[in-house]
């Protein structure tokens, strides 16, 4: 049995994925007021209601999709983002101390400064988080090597057919006419989400404990990225207006270069280029 924490996109097609096969449950914070299908309330906040949910559902293997990504967020409420990305995992991974089970934490790019010429960070580049999103990341990465067994997938930026994505915020804006600045000097390694659930999937079946990048296969800037969304769907290439990052005034420390290495699991599982993605998200979409 499976248990798949986390009423995000990311768990709730890996929990539809794994049920394919009818051995996975999902369960999310009690604060989600509707719950999707298949998944049950527990409280984050409570290593004693963790313990019950483990205790009830009997998993062989939990993944952690469960956390707040919202940046600012993070800054202005660190103590609250501390509690649910860090503290949280801390108590699964007790519980998985108590029963055995395997701990999949699914953490981000974000645990590495953004600082590393050309960018592309391995597995084993330095980490050193420069935002308190990050921070919570990385202690939770540090309480999962305690577990029984663990993998740390660490993520490229999610997009795909599904509100809320940094691509759909730039197709939605160009859509209407709106003029979105994108950085040309920011680089990230975006994956299709339905990539993301197939090597997570691949990875967590095969027990491939260790720490894996699970992103895009190229290093692309947020400028470049939003010209391959217009042209894509077909719209206003003119509406993504090349800005550097200094000009964007962000409120959060922002890692420069977020591009990820995925010559360990490359081999191992088929994603998508950006171009092939995007294509993908449309056909998604209509």
């Known amino acids: 049995m499976i248990l798949v924490t986390g009423c995000n996109p990311l768990g709730e097609r890996l929990l539809e994925e794994l049920n394919k096969d009818g051995m996975a449950?999902?369960?999310c914070h009690k604060e989600e007021l509707d719950l999707p299908r298949g998944?049950?309330?527990y409280d984050i906040f409570s290593s004693e209601d963790i313990e019950r949910l483990v205790k009830e559902v009997k998993p062989d293997t939990m993944i952690l999709t469960e956390e707040v990504s919202d940046l600012e967020y993070c800054e202005q409420k660190r103590s609250d983002a501390m509690q649910f990305n860090t503290r949280g995992v801390r108590f699964f991974v007790e519980a998985a101390q108590k029963t055995g089970a395997s701990v999949v934490l699914i953490s981000t790019?974000?645990?590495f400064d953004g600082r590393k010429e050309g960018g592309m960070y391995t597995e084993n580049d330095m980490i050193n988080p420069i935002n308190?999103?990050?921070e919570t990341r990385l202690m939770a990465e540090v309480h999962t090597d305690k577990a029984p067994s663990y993998l740390i997938a660490r993520m490229g930026e999610l997009y795909g057919?599904?509100?809320?994505n940094f691509a759909d915020f730039i197709l939605t804006n160009i859509k209407y006419g709106e003029k979105v600045e994108l950085a040309r000097d920011m680089y990230f390694s975006p994956i299709y989400i339905d990539d993301a659930v197939a090597a997570i999937k691949l990875l967590t079946a095969q027990k491939m404990f260790d720490k894996h990048n699970v992103a895009g296969p190229e290093r692309i800037s947020h400028y470049d990225f939003g010209l391959k969304i217009a042209k894509t769907?077909?719209?206003n290439e003119n509406l993504i207006v090349p800005v550097s990052v200094e000009d964007l005034n962000l409120t959060v420390m922002m890692p420069k270069d977020l591009s990820l290495d995925i010559s360990k699991i490359g081999p191992?599982?088929?994603i998508r280029n950006v171009d092939e993605g995007l294509e993908a998200m449309k056909k998604a979409l209509e």
């Open 109 to 111: 790019a974000y645990v």
């Open 25 to 27: 449950k999902g369960a």
């Open 39 to 41: 998944f049950i309330k």
């Open 132 to 134: 308190v999103y990050g």
């Open 161 to 164: 057919n599904y509100p809320g």
């Open 268 to 270: 191992l599982v088929k």
């Open 233 to 235: 769907f077909g719209l």
